[in-house]
């Protein structure tokens, strides 16, 4: 009789965000076979692909979102790990390309030994037939999902779709998008079409995500080939798309909105907090118990905010530079929320400004608040927000841009106004025509460190491109590039030079490192730093 273990506890394996080279401690193993399989156990095996996963809400950050223009990290020296991938420095061995590879495979496994033994299982007065169906479905899903996350960044990868499989074969794009759809299309068979815990996969989460990946495979993915003769070019290769696969894309983005399970919040700014898990808007997310239960916590939360209203220290990560809310209309909504300038602090009444001379802006999305909308946050922010995958928003975007893409701009443009319309409030008004810098930019409005932007420059070909805009950055200019300097462009100004000369040394090291290798992040090593055979290495690393 195969025996098989899962984890005793879902939380036992987290770890905490400051030591990344930390490993989760190995749980205490419970014996689980197939023979006499009972609902709970198979149910146990299939959420333990959950915990790596929940490991992984703030790593995605750091690569996604460190790695373009628009945010720094300030995690650390600058020979730390995320101001690493802030520089466009990254090493092959980067910790957070380590733990996103190698926990997204853990959780593969994860769901690979759930698929073997739920499968082998009789249905029984233990094992009823719609929990064998269900936990074979989750595992399905969980799989799929975690091998889209991976071509994504890694490019190509090994296929394991056994627990005995020891391939280290890296299989072609298109071999690994295929088994992505085959894994997310059988599992619908088992999903409920809705779930109110957004926790659980569900046909519509399936839906979605089968969505965007058709979007993305519709945007023919560079291959290794590929990737090779541009790694030291400065100049985005160029753009083609699949007809036949932005056509899936549509065609699963309506599955969803005809399906008329989730919409748009009325009040973006109510969508973050913990008032609103499981809100209308949202489709899939990671849960989150927050630190001390989890063990991690939601950490994009922590990440953004981390020494809250001591402005003297730097934050794990950050917006660039200040212009960047500028991009905003003044009558969006989203504006002064994505990028957060003043906040009140409740322990003390006193209102902080998170600008010149003192720091730069908050990404504002995941700051805990008393208040939903309001200025006031609450100095204890919990990391217990559970993580938002996928949100109704991003249907309604993938939908526009495959139709865009597909030549139908004028059946895109309903799609864009749509968002607008719950951005702008009473200030709406609509676009009356739609470019590709309108498509892009209402990526970057709605979804702002929401860690899309990094898959979004490389899906368009414009990561190059966009990082070289930092040249027009307010903090690229000369007189911020050291402490005299500063001081010397400012006199009789008290200002937290040596911060801004690390924004102007980050900002000059992304517009002068990056190259076209930075359109894939490096096939890492093990998690205990062992080489894992995997060949080749992405170009340039």
Known sequence: ????????????????????????????????????????????LS??????????????????????????SFEGTDDKQGPEVSQFLTKYNNAYAVKVFNNLYSSIGAANTALETIGAAQVSDKLTQATKDLTIARAKFIRGYGYFQLVQIFGEVPLILSSTSTDKTRASINDVYTQIVKDLTESKTGLPVFDSNKSNPSQGAANTI???????????????????????????????????KLNLAV??????????KYSLLTNFNGIFGTSQENGKEQIFTIHHDGDGIDKQGNHQTHCAFTFKFDLSKDNHIGPADP??????????????????????????DSLYNFAWPNTTQRYGKFIHRAAVGGIIADDAQPNDIDHIDFRYAEVLLIKAEALFFLN????????????????????????????????????DYEFTYEQKHWTNLVRWRTLISSVKTVQNFEYFKDKYATVDAIAAAFPGVTVNAAFFAKIY???????????????RFPIPPGSSGQDLGIVPQNPGY
Request: hydrophobic letters at 40%; one cysteine or more.
């Open 505 to 519: 040394k980050h900002l000059h090291a992304k517009f002068n490192n990056v190259n076209g290798k930075f359109y």
């Open 251 to 260: 065609a699963y983005a309506d599955s969803v909105i005809l399906g008329a």
């Open 47 to 72: 959420s333990a692909p959950l915990p790596w996963l929940q490991t992984l809400s703030s790593s995605y950050s750091f690569l996604l979102e460190s790695g373009t223009e628009s945010t720094i």
């Open 210 to 244: 089968l969505a965007k990946v058709y979007l993305t495979w519709g945007q023919n993915p560079l291959t290794q080939d590929q990737i090779t003769a541009i790694a030291t070019s400065t100049t985005d290769p160029v753009h083609t798309v699949d007809n036949a």
């Open 408 to 443: 139908r701009t004028s059946d895109a443009l309903p799609l864009i106004n749509q968002i607008r319309q719950r951005a702008f409030g009473s200030n709406y008004v609509p676009l009356t025509s739609l470019t590709a810098n309108d498509l892009y930019n209402e990526w």
């Open 323 to 348: 212009t960047l809310i500028n991009r905003f209309d003044n009558n969006d909504l989203r504006k002064n929320y994505s990028y957060t300038t003043q906040l009140v602090n409740p322990l003390n």
């Open 1 to 44: 009789m195969k025996k098989i273990f899962i984890l005793l506890s879902l939380a036992c394996i987290l770890f905490a965000c400051k030591d990344k080279s930390d490993e989760p401690a190995a749980p205490a193993p419970v014996q689980i076979t197939s023979a006499n399989l009972t609902d709970a156990e198979a149910v146990s």
